[in-house]
Nanobody, 122 residues
Framework: QVQFVEAGGGLVQAGGSLRLSCAAS????????VGWYRQAFGKERESVAI???????EYGDSVKGRFTISRDNAKNTVYLQMNSLKPEDTAAYYC????????????????WGQGTQVTVSS
């Protein structure tokens, strides 16, 4: 089964940018839909962005216009470019394989990475 490793988090001032990466193991990456999620301390997990195997993207309302998800199948990697960061973007960011259901995308729990922490100072 695929496993993901996230990287690229750090401390940044409000208004700054970061690029997160999500590297996958195995040789099935190009067929996978992948999602970025985040969880702030004391809050529920939130969907940030999704990219399908075909490159179609979806974004959470709170990040639309500021974040961009992309993929490089040759490198088995999904990226999350985060611009105009706000203190409320502070969270641990995770990626996982996602699958479509009638009610929306569902992350596959067995594929979660260890996460990368993003902290935005005001």
């Amino acid at each position: 089964q695929v496993q993901f490793v996230e990287a690229g988090g750090g401390l940044v001032q409000a208004g700054g940018s970061l690029r997160l990466s999500c590297a996958a193991s195995g040789n099935t990456f190009m067929f996978l839909n992948v999602g970025w999620y985040r969880q702030a301390f004391g809050k529920e997990r939130e969907s940030v962005a999704i990219i399908s195997s075909g490159g179609t993207t979806e974004y959470g309302d709170s990040v639309k216009g500021r974040f961009t998800i992309s993929r490089d199948n040759a490198k088995n990697t999904v990226y999350l470019q985060m611009n105009s960061l706000k203190p409320e973007d502070t969270a641990a960011y995770y990626c996982a394989e996602v699958r479509p259901t009638r009610t929306g995308w569902v992350p596959q729990d067995r594929t979660w990475g260890q996460g990368t922490q993003v902290t935005v100072s005001s």
